[in-house]
């Protein structure tokens, strides 16, 4: 099997709250292609998912925040879940460890209410894209067109609505990211 992603290192922004099939589906899909992957978050240790209804699993931290500069990565991934973008969001250095993916052409691909931390890092204007329906005015007033579609791309941003969409949005996660840099993407 061709090992679309081999050499390819992948952020995988996250704090407690995530969804957890939001992270561990992506990450299996770009591990199975040969990408390193690493959970990067706001405190080393271990961050907690939320699965579905209730509490899910704990994940090893592998970088802070702290450690990390996007020049290391090749391709950003933001999980959602409800609490996970709302906190990061708050964070300056995740938003402009967000921004600088964007500054420098890198694919980005969002989930859910992921891209709730794209707008505060205030890279959505002018740029197509979906996400959990209860995000869609926020985006709107953000600038961004928003799409009621299973995986929209945008010059390197993928975006999904939810976990029924992962199939979709790994497909097209794992897509953008080989191609890698692209011109138009911006910030």
Not at 57 to 63: I, L
Not at 82 to 98: G, I, M, S, Y
Not at 129 to 148: F, H, I
């Amino acid at each position: 099997m061709e090992m679309k992603l081999k050499g390819k290192r992948v952020a995988i922004l996250a704090t407690d709250g995530f969804e957890q099939v939001e992270l561990t589906d992506p990450r299996k899909a770009l591990d199975e292609q040969g990408a390193e992957t690493h959970i990067i978050s706001p405190e080393k240790g271990t961050i907690k998912a939320w699965d579905m209804t209730n509490w899910g699993d704990s994940f090893e931290v592998d970088k802070s925040i702290d450690e990390v500069s996007a020049d290391e990565y090749d391709a950003l991934l933001l999980p959602g879940g409800v609490l996970n973008p709302d906190q990061l969001r708050t964070n300056q250095k995740a938003v402009q460890f967000v921004r600088e993916f964007f500054q420098s052409g890198k694919p980005v691909a969002a989930i859910c209410h992921g891209p709730q931390l794209l707008i505060e890092a205030d890279v959505v204007r002018g740029r197509k894209l979906t996400s959990y329906p209860s995000v869609r005015t926020d985006l709107q007033n953000a600038g961004a067109e928003w799409v009621d579609a299973e995986v929209v791309t945008d010059h390197g941003l993928v975006t999904s609505r939810k976990p029924d969409d992962i199939p979709a949005f790994n497909r097209k996660m794992v897509e953008e990211f080989r191609e890698g840099v692209h011109v138009q993407q911006h910030a």
